[in-house]
């Protein structure tokens, strides 16, 4: 039973370069979510997808696009990458509470 | 807007000890959710318990329970006869049950369980 898959696991990337990280989910969940975590900061939401065909804005969404690919799948995109994105960027889903985490994706922006 | 507040950065017990990590909380919402997760060193975020805001009795999960006071605004994790693999990050986090459920995180209190 995998529930929240995150792909790559860690990335390293120049400054200004682009980079989509993919979350999959198989536990039928209507909503997906996609936070960074920040040393000191907790989680931040960065957009959330109620429901395929729908996305929005969560606490910090400058510099990223998402894409809800599918019920599955919601992809987040940096278009142009900086340095103050270097984060663990997690996906989560859910029908409901509670929220289920895959094992985050560690991004390093140079 | 809604607040998680976790005042406690590190925390230390002994092993087999019971532990208080605290939360507190902000929101006008008069429906709403409370979290804990845990989060290893490895990395992966761990759901550990919920308390609904109208629940009358305080969540309990093994050797998890909150301790839920609504008047205080406070929602602390007690964690029971503390082992050696409580080591690791905690996270308070909260919701609306009115709208769309996005969680709000605390800071997280490191926990360190020693032998």
């Known amino acids: 039973n995998a529930g929240v898959t995150q792909t790559p696991k860690f990335q390293v990337l120049k400054t200004g370069q682009s980079m989509t990280l993919q979350c999959a989910q198989d536990?039928?969940?209507?909503?997906m979510y996609w936070y960074r975590q920040d040393p000191g900061m907790g989680l931040r939401l960065i957009y959330y997808?109620?429901?395929?065909?729908?996305?929005d804005k969560g606490e910090v969404p400058n510099g990223y696009n998402v894409s809800r690919l599918n019920k599955r799948e919601f992809s987040l995109r940096l278009e142009s990458a900086a340095p103050s994105q270097t984060s663990v960027y997690f996906c989560?889903?859910?029908?409901?509470?509670?929220?289920?985490f895959g094992d985050g994706t560690r991004l390093s922006i140079l | 807007a809604q607040k998680i507040t976790q005042t406690q950065p590190g925390m230390f017990v002994q092993e087999k000890e019971a532990v208080t990590l605290d939360c507190t909380y902000d929101?006008?919402?008069?429906?709403?959710?409370l979290f804990w997760y845990k989060q290893p060193s490895s990395g992966e975020m761990i759901f550990l318990i919920y308390?609904?805001?109208?629940?009358?009795q305080n969540a309990t999960e093994g050797r998890y329970s909150l301790n839920f006071q609504k008047a205080r605004k406070s929602a602390n994790l007690v964690i029971s006869a503390s082992q050696l693999g409580d080591s690791a990050m905690y996270f308070c986090?909260?919701?609306?049950?009115?709208?769309?459920?996005?969680?709000?995180f605390g800071t997280g209190t490191r926990l360190l369980v020693s032998p």
């Open positions: 989560a889903s859910s029908e409901a509470q509670p929220q289920h």
């Open positions: 536990m039928n969940h209507n909503s």
């Open positions: 997808s109620a429901s395929e065909g729908t996305t």
């Open positions: 929101t006008s919402d008069p429906s709403y959710g």
């Open positions: 308390q609904g805001s109208y629940d009358q």
């Open positions: 986090a909260m919701n609306s049950n009115t709208g769309f459920q996005k969680l709000v």
